[in-house]
């Protein structure tokens, strides 16, 4: 594994690399509030297969942050993407991504099919934001075991409040925390885990993505929704759908629906698995991913 920077114009980004050269190029885009090492696991399973890149998302990780929400935006952020892409590879590629990255791998491969030979998505690429605000304002929220955001606004006080509000006196009690977050734990989970975190001068240890990035994140996705893009798609894809918690099944189930009949892409229901799939069950991922993209 090697961590290395890429600067495209002012902006420092951080990637890891996994595997060799020769090998199928495979890229992986992280969810919002992950960082690169999310694929750790992963990446030690299909390294001797692809030559594999792991990016970190502006404001995410140790890559430069978008001074403004509208740099977050779709079109800013695919021209970022590109430029990025483009050190690392010219020619065909892969796609892995989970959630949030999920709806940019989709816009990146509408905008340059030729690049994306196939795209694996973990719990990704098919949330709607407006369609998920009619949902969840109409059920029975008792019923849910947490409590959903009903509008654009809520969304985003939740993110800033749980991003900005991260805070531990010191790594022990972080990590005794996190440990009980996940539904496995391992050393290499304690890597990626401790990566999402960043001690501060005071010796806080304290989420390294701000609510301001979140911010811009989740408007992005409400103003460049991923249904506009379904039947502009002509990459494979492969969907890989989380069933935890019990609460966001039917919602999962009615988008996935729409997902799949509009944009031809194959389903995996993964039973069992909450929304980090990846970290449920990284071998099994591995696994599916050697016999998608192949």
């Known amino acids: 594994m090697k961590e290395k920077f890429l600067n495209s114009g002012d902006m420092k980004t951080r990637v890891y690399e996994w595997g060799n050269e020769g090998k199928p190029t495979l890229i992986c885009i992280h969810g919002l509030g992950s960082t690169s090492l999310s694929f750790l696991e992963v990446a030690n399973f299909l390294k001797d ?67 994306v030979k196939k795209i694996l998505l973990l719990d990704g690429g098919y949330h709607v934001k407006s369609f998920e605000y009619e949902y969840f304002s109409k059920v029975d929220k008792s019923k849910l075991g947490f409590k959903p955001s009903c509008t654009l606004d809520e969304e985003i006080q939740s993110y800033e409040s749980d991003f900005d509000g991260y805070v531990f006196s010191n790594w022990e009690s972080f990590l005794e925390c996190e440990k ?64 935890l918690p019990d609460g966001w099944r039917e919602i999962r189930e009615l988008q996935v629906k729409k997902f799949k009949e509009e944009t031809n892409s194959i389903v995996r229901v993964l039973e069992g698995t909450t929304h980090l799939i990846h970290w449920d069950n990284p071998w099994l991922i591995a696994k599916y991913t050697m016999e998608w993209m192949r």
Request: negative net charge.
């Open 49 to 115: 297969e692809y030559h594999i890149f792991s990016i970190d998302l502006p404001g995410h990780g140790k890559t430069t942050e978008f001074k403004t929400d509208k740099e977050y935006e779709i079109p800013n952020l695919l021209k970022w993407l590109c430029n990025v892409i483009d050190l690392i590879e010219k020619d065909e590629l892969y796609l892995m991504a989970h959630s949030w990255g999920g709806c940019i791998a989709l816009h990146y491969a509408v905008n340059f099919p030729e690049k």
């Open 180 to 243: 009980n977050n996940y539904l496995r734990w391992s050393d290499l989970l304690e890597v990626a885990a401790k990566d999402l975190m960043k001690k501060e001068e005071s010796g806080e240890i304290r989420f390294a993505v701000r609510g301001r990035t979140a911010r811009g994140a989740i408007k992005s996705m409400y103003k460049y929704p991923t249904d506009e893009l379904f039947d502009k798609i002509d990459v494979p894809i492969l969907l890989l759908q989380a069933t």
